[in-house]
């Protein structure tokens, strides 16, 4: 069964910093392009950043320079790094991967940044 958890949510004031991981189960994780998107304020759930089996990282041009993607094989996990926080970065963070050609979400962690 796969299964992605997400933790490292929180609140934290402008300028401030956090880290989310995304711990993994049921995937051969190394193998596998891990993503990060956060929820828009249309429900929608929005590109943040990618993470590639070979540590090759993609990043929206919104979060470029502040936020770092990282992946750690032995432990199964993915890690977004935020720094530089914004209130506009105010929202739900979900980790995702495909496998077998269906997508797996995590049940997202709250990050609320305050002016």
């Known amino acids: 069964q796969v299964r992605l958890v997400e933790r490292g949510g929180g609140s934290v004031q402008a300028g401030g910093s956090l880290r989310l991981s995304c711990a993994t189960a049921?995937?051969?994780?190394?193998?596998?392009?891990m993503n990060w998107y956060r929820r828009g304020p249309g429900d929608q759930r929005d590109f943040v950043a990618s993470?590639?089996?070979?540590?090759?990282?993609v990043f929206d041009e919104s979060v470029k320079g502040r936020f770092t993607i990282s992946r750690d094989n032995a432990r199964n996990t993915v890690y977004l790094q935020m720094n530089s926080l914004k209130p506009e970065d105010t929202r739900v963070y979900f980790c995702?991967?495909?496998?077998?050609?269906?997508?797996?979400w995590g049940q997202g962690t709250q990050v609320t940044v305050s002016s």
């Open positions: 995702n991967t495909q496998y077998k050609g269906r997508q797996y």
């Open positions: 049921g995937i051969n994780f190394k193998i596998h392009k």
């Open positions: 993470i590639f089996s070979n540590g090759s990282t």
